[in-house]
């Protein structure tokens, strides 16, 4: 599965100026549950809050991908922000974080979960996509990097 097919323009913004974690958790969350009837913004922000709560999901570089498992999902659904700011991620390199890829994945989805969580390492370990999506100024515009890149590298 190519991680552009995760996420659609709507599951995405840019230029969000969230001053913490726990704020960019909740306006991950809200975008996953947006148009989920079975869904809700809260249970998605505690499952992300609770595997952050595990070790932080910063992988360096401005980056970080929170994820977490929901027994409600019906199907591996993503988010993608790109803040304003970057604000402390606990990453290991200690850099703020501005670009975050949030995944929610059905409780029972651990092979899925663990090759899409690899996929997306390896495609933000790329300088040059990073580059691209922090240039990027409208969700439109992250959409079609997270796209062609994803095609690429898929």
Not at 15 to 29: N, P, Q, V, Y
Not at 37 to 64: C, D, I, K, M, P
Not at 97 to 113: G, I, Q, R
Request: net charge negative; charged share 25%.
């Amino acid at each position: 599965m190519q991680v552009s097919e995760l996420i659609s323009p709507e599951r995405i913004a840019c230029g969000i100026d969230a001053h913490s974690k726990k704020r960019a958790l909740e306006k991950l969350s809200e975008l996953i549950a947006g148009d989920e009837a079975q869904l809700s913004s809260h249970e998605v922000f505690n499952s992300l809050l609770a595997r952050e709560r595990l070790g932080a999901t910063g992988l360096g570089y401005g980056v970080a991908i929170p994820h977490g498992r929901l027994g409600d999902n019906p199907r591996t659904q993503a988010a993608f922000i790109k803040l304003a700011h970057g604000v402390d991620f606990g990453a290991a390199d200690n850099q703020p974080v501005d670009l975050l890829f949030a995944l929610l994945v059905p409780k029972e989805s651990t092979d899925e979960h663990l090759e899409i969580l690899a996929a997306l390492a390896k495609l933000f370990n790329e300088e040059q996509f990073r580059e691209e999506l922090r240039a990027a100024t409208s969700r439109e515009q992250i959409y079609e990097v997270l796209d062609r890149w994803s095609k690429k590298s898929g």
